[in-house]
């Protein structure tokens, strides 16, 4: 404990100066490695998040190959809706689909009730087997969805463009929304205090497509449910709020709350700092694609983010979305060196 309590990533997240400035990846365990590929083709991916043993490895293995300031569960978002019964599936070249869609009030009544603690063992198991494996070397992350990327899924049963049935829905149906988005915050509360519980040290909360929405919708429809979320949280556990598309509305995803706020590419990170204010974290925010670049102008790109950061502290270093499944895993390594080196303080 006493020894991850000091590590860069948390101390960041009090926004407190670090002798560097941390770093991790979302989606670090993933297709762009071959370690990850090799165990894939051999199974599906709902079986690997479900083995505890294999989870516990693909969580481990892009910490010691990358040399990153934190591991991430390797787990996925759409988990915690599966024991509602919707009928979760990941489909090659499809991307995740929910069979039951949601589109009433009756169907939000339909959606089973469950304790993530009981129906989600192997992630608690996989978040236990991780920590005695990183043995205090750098905390673990643990996550989940926000409320409105879990509800989005469910209504539009899958990924979308518009998210026109998400929109209709909210517009037509405000009571059903309510209805639904208080469901998923009470769960996602309950789900990442588990995961809490079970040894993660910091969460994340995942609101990947928000940015689809208008900034008074954002406000009326998913901050009141988001902040619920996170207030329901075990105290003194750090959490970081995430989310892409979102640079026109930074101050209501910092009222929602996080000690600290990830944003993607789309904005600058110190026009992005300013607006949210220096008493909040940031985490961000290199275009994932900037990794298909030469690794001297990652490093060029690095050195340029770590500028706009201007060695502030609560600035903890990430991509602004996942790593993309074409990245060669040695420009990832060098983006890792390049923070590390030229923040070194
Ligand atoms: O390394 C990590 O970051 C940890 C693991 C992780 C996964 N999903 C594994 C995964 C995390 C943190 C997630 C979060 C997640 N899942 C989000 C939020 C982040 C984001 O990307 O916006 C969302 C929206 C999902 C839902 C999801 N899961 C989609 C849309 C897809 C299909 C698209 C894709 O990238 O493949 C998944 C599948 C998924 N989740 C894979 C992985 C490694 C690929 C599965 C495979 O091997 O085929």
């Known amino acids: ?15 407190e100066q670090t002798p560097y400035t941390p770093v991790w ?18 199974h599906e991916f709902l079986d690997l998040c479900k083995s505890s043993d294999l989870a516990a490895e693909i969580t ?11 591991a991430i569960l390797f787990a996925d978002i759409l988990l915690l809706l ?17 069979q039951n869609t949601v589109s009433s009030r009756t169907h939000v009544e339909q959606l ?25 070397k750098v905390p673990l992350i643990g996550f989940a969805g926000a409320p409105f990327t879990l509800a989005s899924y469910l209504v539009e049963g899958g990924s979308s463009r518009n998210y026109l049935k998400t929109k209709r829905l909210i517009y037509s149906n405000p ?30 909360l995942f609101d990947s497509w928000a940015g689809c929405l208008s900034p008074e919708d954002y406000e009326r429809f998913v901050l009141p449910h988001t902040r619920a979320t996170i207030t329901g949280l075990t105290p003194g556990v750090p959490v ?34 300013d607006d949210l204010g220096h008493d909040v974290g940031i985490q961000g925010n290199l275009d994932p694609a900037a ?35 074409e990245t060669p895993v040695e420009n990832v390594i060098a983006m890792v060196e390049a923070v590390h080196e030229l923040s070194s303080r």
């Not at 993933?30 to 990850?36: A, D, I, L, Q, V």
């Not at 481990?60 to 934190?70: G, S």
């Open 60 to 70: 481990v293995t892009p910490v010691e190959r990358l040399k990153v300031d934190a």
């Open 175 to 204: 009571g059903a929304w309510r209805g639904l988005m208080e469901r998923l915050s009470s769960l996602t509360a309950k789900y990442l205090n588990a995961q809490i519980a079970a040894g993660a040290e910091a969460v994340q």
């Open 240 to 273: 970081i709020h995430f989310s892409t598309g979102t640079g026109g509305f930074l101050k209501s995803l910092r009222a929602a709350g996080g000690d600290v706020i990830g944003v993607d590419w789309r904005v600058n990170l110190d026009t992005a700092w």
């Open 25 to 42: 990846l979302m989606r670090q365990a993933g297709r762009y490695m071959e370690e990850y590929r090799k165990l894939r083709a051999e």
């Open 291 to 325: 990794l298909l670049a030469s690794p001297k102008d990652i490093r060029r790109r690095v050195a340029e983010i770590l500028r706009r950061a201007g060695g502030k502290a609560g600035h903890i270093f990430n991509l602004g979305h996942g790593v993309l499944p």
């Open 82 to 98: 599966e024991p509602m019964g919707v009928g979760l599936e990941y489909t090659k070249g499809d991307g995740p689909v929910i």
């Open 112 to 136: 089973i009730e469950f304790d993530p603690a009981e129906a989600l063992p192997f992630v608690f198991e996989t978040v236990r087997k991780v920590c005695t494996a990183l043995n205090g």
């Open 1 to 15: 404990m006493a020894i991850t309590s000091t590590h860069p990533i948390l101390a960041a997240c009090r926004r």
